[in-house]
């Protein structure tokens, strides 16, 4: 007997949540997650260039942040700093640059229904690809596509894993990571279908930066951790209030010091745990000045230390 729709899509969806679990040959190298020495602390802390509110130049920044208490700072791409300014002072200072972000891909989505703009959001990923190699970084944190009134959710899928598959090779010629983040772009609403997003491009330069802060406001970030598991390539850290939201308004969510609002860090520390993960973790709230820069690098190695059940 055939199968009927509805027992063909019950199927494939069961398909879909065993298989999302178990990784694909040729997952990531270790070089886009692990720490680089492999030993050494299972976290290694790093947050968002435009955080550092102290320091005239490039060096001095990196400075400020490195006596702060991190090991690296990410960077913007495209931008206007000078990108050998960028090397000498991570060379001079001597702190890493673990990767960089896309700047463009909001304002130029590659899900777009102008081909032109697609166009322009390639063109900016390439470029972030090429600096974040000259930088000794090793990931590109992407936002896959946005969902909104006249950018419908199939097209997004379809159009950005075109676009974005039209510069996997490069990624794979530079060994540098396409890293998509979970941010609140009405996209990719599941573990499971981010999962299989990820999957779809056959490449192990393809993976997640996996932000835990912006999961909270409808999801848990070990349910998410524990089906991502190795496509994880780094991660986002933020905190984030459901009190807040709910009492003052959806971004006042964001409103609360890390370790102060409802992610479960015992629960986060035991999936990454489970998963093996060792690597680079970026902070991504309100910066400012050295002191506000240690008091967050402090935060982070106190919510990381948080070990929970396994």
Known sequence: MGLNRRTFLLSAAATTASGALVRRAGAQPETFRANPAGGG????????????????????????AKEAGFDGVE???PSQLDAEEVVAARDEVGIAIPGVVDSAHWGKPFNHPDETVRAEGRAALETALRDCKH??????????????????YADAYKLSREEIGKL??????????????????NFLLSPLEAARYVDEFESPNVGW??????????AWPEQWIDVLGDRIMKLDVK?????????????????????????DWPAVNAALN?????????AEVGGGDSGRLADIANRMDTVFAAQGDS
Request: charged letters at 25%; aromatic letters at 12%; a neutral charge.
């Open 209 to 218: 930066y996996f932000d835990v802060g912006n999961i909270v406001n409808y």
């Open 135 to 152: 930088f000794g970084g090793s990931t590109v944190l992407v936002v896959p596509a946005v969902v909104r009134k006249g950018m419908g």
């Open 239 to 263: 905190e984030f209030s459901r009190a807040k939201r709910d009492n003052e308004g959806l971004w006042k969510g964001f409103g609360v010091e890390i370790g102060e609002g409802d992610c």
């Open 75 to 77: 960077m913007d791409s």
């Open 41 to 64: 602390p299972r976290i290694l802390k790093s947050l968002k260039y435009g955080m550092i509110g102290e320091g005239e130049s490039v060096a001095d920044k990196f400075r400020v």
């Open 274 to 282: 489970r998963i093996g993960y060792r690597g680079w973790a970026s």
């Open 168 to 185: 996997v090779p490069l990624a794979e010629e530079l060994g540098i990571g396409i890293a998509f983040e979970n941010v609140w772009n």
